[in-house]
């Protein structure tokens, strides 16, 4: 069967979460309040984040970009495990609730193709930043998830795929109850643990190989 990562960018690509990273940053007043209702899930992520993001007005584009590009760091072995996905023909593919502004531009170094990044847009063109979401829930998720990771894994079918996700938060959990193989590390390792999901804790991208390369040997 052929092998496919789906990997989360925020918090796990990255070393921190640069949706939260930029607001505070800013700091626009009212951001605080929309925070605190996604957790309670008072609102879904995907009205959250237009909120919050509608909060900053565009002619700030250009600190808001340099700011979410500059803040950023990418985890320590994501270029070896790219590398590692290509010599053992397993499909990469970023499944991510981050913004094209800085998840792009974040990931042009690692030479993966445009097709196999999903993730959320922007647009500048109006007062204040409006987040568009090119890749909404399917009607099997009802969770208005914005960027919905459930719905990309379901077009590679089980039966085909080995699936494997690799996530630190509680928006990877419905994506990790579909797959094969669960790489987790922070909140998605608490999720995990609370319902008994089996999963590999990572800290670094130099883990989920090791643990790649002993699955590859014993199959
Ligand atoms: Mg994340
Ligand atoms: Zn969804």
């Known amino acids: 069967m052929k092998r496919v990562i789906f990997c989360d960018f925020d918090g796990t690509i990255t070393e921190n979460d640069n949706i939260v990273a930029i607001i505070r940053h800013f700091n626009p007043p009212g951001w605080e309040t929309i925070v605190n209702d996604i957790v309670a899930q008072r609102k879904t992520i995907r009205e959250g984040v237009g909120e919050m993001f509608r909060l900053l007005p565009t002619s700030m584009k250009r600190e808001v970009v340099d700011y979410a590009i500059s803040n950023a760091k990418i985890r320590a072995g994501f270029a ?10 397993i499909e990469f593919y970023v499944t991510s609730g981050g913004i094209d502004f800085f998840v792009y531009p974040l990931l042009a170094p690692f030479g993966i193709s445009e097709e196999r990044i999903y993730c ?33 894994i379901r077009r590679f079918p089980g039966e085909r795929y080995e699936r494997i996700i690799i996530g630190d938060s509680v928006t990877d959990f419905e994506g ?5 193989t669960v790489f987790a590390r922070s909140h998605l390792i608490l999720k995990c643990k609370e319902l008994g999901l089996p999963y590999h804790p990572f800290e670094t991208f130099h883990d989920v190989i090791k643990v790649l390369k002993l699955q590859e040997a014993t199959t």
Do not use: R, Y
């Not at 070896?80 to 023909?89: M, P, R």
């Not at 007062?127 to 459930?150: A, F, L, R, Y």
């Not at 990790?176 to 094969?180: F, P, Q």
């Open 80 to 89: 070896e495990l790219l590398q590692f996905c290509k010599d053992t023909d």
């Open 120 to 152: 959320n847009g922007s647009d500048f063109s109006g007062e204040q930043i409006e987040i568009t979401w090119p890749h909404p829930c399917d009607g099997d998720c009802k969770t208005d998830c914005g960027m919905c990771k459930s719905t990309i």
């Open 176 to 180: 990790a109850k579909l797959v094969d």
